[in-house]
């Protein structure tokens, strides 16, 4: 019965399209127009994070941009994933844009306001959490892509993102 149960639920995922074997499989709309295809990134590092304008960890933008002038250079994606799934996001994209830019000089790669939590959550996070069981509980949580496309490691939102923990799981995957 319960081999049964797991191949629905994998069947199912698969019919969804989130069975997927890479995070390299995903692209996001981003802010600026276009897409973001995870796809470009192959061979690196990707670190993906929920943010919202308005929520308290907002200060983690000056980490996420310090990683980005860091690793960036190196082929390393640094990737801002607004979302309103927790209510603390602006209205909308053109608000976010501004907002990151003037009080946080953001540079880094930032994607359309997108869903990241239940049903209708974006693609990649519904294969995060096929793949590990973790789903964003909070703004800021952080989903470190391997470069060879698996998940290297999912960080709640208490984690920095300069933080030792992912500043040298990176440092180890660009040698």
Known sequence: MRATVVGFLVLGLA?????????????????????????????????????????GYVGQF?????L??????????????????FNQELADEAAVKEYCALTFDLTLPMT??????GQDAHPFYAWVRAETGFAPRWNFNKVLVAPDGSIAGTFDAGVQPDSPAIVRQIEAMLK
């Open 15 to 55: 019919m969804q399209g989130v069975a997927s074997h890479a995070a390299e499989e995903f692209r996001f709309a981003s802010i600026d127009g276009g897409n973001i295809d995870l796809a470009d990134w192959r061979g690196k590092p990707v670190l993906v994070v929920n943010t919202a304008s308005l929520c």
């Open 62 to 66: 000056d980490g996420l941009q310090d």
């Open 112 to 117: 359309e306001i997108t869903r990241v939590r």
């Open 68 to 85: 980005h002038e860091r690793f960036g250079p190196e082929g390393v994606l640094v990737l801002a994933v607004p979302s309103d799934d």
